[in-house]
Antibody, heavy 117, light 107 residues
Framework: EVQLVESGGGLVQPGGSLRLSCAAS????????MHWVRQAPGKGLVWVSR????????SYADSVKGRFTISRDNAKNTLYLQMNSLRAEDTAVYYC??????????WGQGTLVTVSS | SYELTQPPSVSVSPGQTARITCSGD??????AYWYQQKPGQAPVLVIY???ERPSGIPERFSGSSSGTTVTLTISGVQAEDEADYYC??????????FGTGTKVTVL
């Protein structure tokens, strides 16, 4: 069974940093592109970033470019999102998701990040 | 930046048909995908590559494409179909994008 479990969310002050993790199991992690998607409270889904299967290629939404870094450790079956210079507008539930030919076929349950003083 | 536009809400009576549109300039060249999200839950893929249905998704969910608009159709709507629905595609640079979302209300 495919499982994606996010962790690392919490309360952080504006300007602070946080690293999210997504532990994958039930599939060959190193074979799939992976994504981060976020959802602010009461708002819609927003794509954040994606990484290819070996970590050599990444892409970011304009709103996080230069502040967030996606990475992966295929030996540990784990996806990461390093978030720096956090702003109030980054407050959201962050989901990791597995890519399958362009679709996000499996999602974790999400981890809440709150940016507030 | 690239945008996908959906109607904010659609209301439908049980047993009737709900149609949700998603418009975007790149849709003639890029596949569209649809997700269902119920309150407090992660999204679930219901349609991929414009019109394909993943295993386990009921046959009442279908997708179609015409020009710059893709459509998710729910035939014979059931109370359990009440949820938010999002389309998703990609732009020419490979960045992914979600639609604005549509709340489906079953009357």
């Amino acid at each position: 069974e495919v499982q994606l479990v996010e962790s690392g969310g919490g309360l952080v002050q504006p300007g602070g940093s946080l690293r999210l993790s997504c532990a994958a199991s039930g599939f060959t992690f190193s074979s799939y592109w992976m994504h981060w998607v976020r959802q602010a409270p009461g708002k819609g889904l927003v794509w954040v970033s994606r990484i290819n299967s070996d970590g050599s290629s990444t892409s970011y939404a304009d709103s996080v470019k230069g502040r967030f870094t996606i990475s992966r450790d295929n030996a540990k079956n784990t996806l990461y999102l390093q978030m720096n210079s956090l702003r109030a507008e980054d407050t959201a539930v962050y989901y990791c998701a597995r890519d399958e030919e362009g679709s996000l076929s499996y999602w974790g349950q999400g981890t809440l990040v709150t940016v507030s003083s | 930046s690239y945008e996908l536009t959906q109607p904010p809400s659609v209301s439908v009576s049980p047993g009737q048909t709900a149609r949700i549109t998603c418009s975007g300039d790149a849709l003639p060249k890029q596949y569209a995908y649809w997700y269902q999200q119920k309150p407090g839950q992660a999204p679930v893929l219901v349609i991929y590559k414009d019109s394909e249905r993943p295993s386990g998704i009921p046959e009442r969910f279908s997708g179609s494409s015409s020009g710059t608009t893709v459509t998710l159709t729910i035939s014979g709507v059931q109370a359990e179909d009440e949820a938010d629905y999002y389309c998703q595609s990609a732009d020419s640079s490979g960045s992914y994008v979600f639609g604005t979302g549509t709340k489906v209300t079953v009357l």
